[in-house]
């Protein structure tokens, strides 16, 4: 069955970095674009980034761009997040999921989300 | 602020049907598909509706969506106890980003 997992997250200081790993089973992960979306506490969802099958196209939304960078190695089924320059407000749960289409922001497998901290 | 409007809240008697709306503009909806996610506590999000109206298999069909112009909803008849959560619209944005609504709670009561 399809499953994603996501690891990484942590109690960091502001202006700090840390990297989220997502793992894809299941399915043949280098077919498919992968998302990242977070949940800050007592928020709603947000989108924050998508990456394509192929690694040819990755998108940001305008509050991280400069600060976060999506990569994946399809030889390890895995898609990272590498978050740099961490403030109070990236705390969130991250959920990768994967693409349904491109450009569509439709997500079809979510993971169970980690829990990035930012302390200021 | 969220760049797709929803109601914050919804409610309904088990059995009865509830709609949520879901507004945005000309760079988003009105040239995007609209997605809807489902979102328990203490669960991740789940697919309901995709490509505006098309279900994921084991969604049930008291679930559908609908489009017109810049605008969305997601109807939910029957209503059961379970279906108690947050919903989400979802689409993207010309200006080569993904957007979320601001999300729905809906209560059972």
């Known amino acids: 069955q399809v499953q994603l997992a996501e690891s990484g997250g942590g109690v960091v200081q502001a202006g700090t970095s840390l990297r989220l790993s997502c793992v894809g089973s299941?399915?043949?992960?280098s077919s498919w674009g992968i998302h990242w979306v977070r949940q800050a506490p007592g928020k709603g969802l947000e989108w924050v980034t998508v990456i394509w099958y192929d690694g040819s196209k990755k998108y940001y939304v305008e509050s991280v761009k400069g600060r976060f960078i999506i990569s994946r190695d399809n030889s390890k089924n895995t898609v990272y997040l590498q978050m740099n320059s961490l403030r109070a407000e990236d705390t969130a749960v991250y959920y990768c999921?994967?693409?349904?289409?491109?450009?569509?922001?439709?997500?079809?497998?979510w993971g169970q989300g980690t829990l990035v901290t930012v302390s200021s | 602020q969220s760049v797709l409007t929803q109601p914050p809240s919804v409610s309904g008697t088990p059995g009865q049907r509830v709609t949520i709306s879901c507004s945005g503009g000309s760079s988003n909806i009105g040239s995007n598909s609209v997605n809807w996610y489902q979102h328990l506590p203490g669960t991740a999000p789940k697919l309901l509706i995709f490509?505006?109206?098309e279900r994921p298999s084991g969604v049930p069909d008291r679930f559908s969506g609908s489009k017109s112009g810049t605008s969305a909803s997601l109807a939910i008849s029957g209503l059961q106890s379970e279906d108690e959560g947050d919903y989400y619209c979802a689409t993207w944005d010309d200006s080569l980003n993904g957007v979320f609504g601001g999300g729905t709670k809906l209560t059972v009561l």
């Open positions: 490509n505006n109206y």
């Open positions: 299941g399915f043949t992960f």
């Open positions: 999921a994967r693409d349904v289409a491109e450009y569509s922001n439709s997500m079809d497998y």
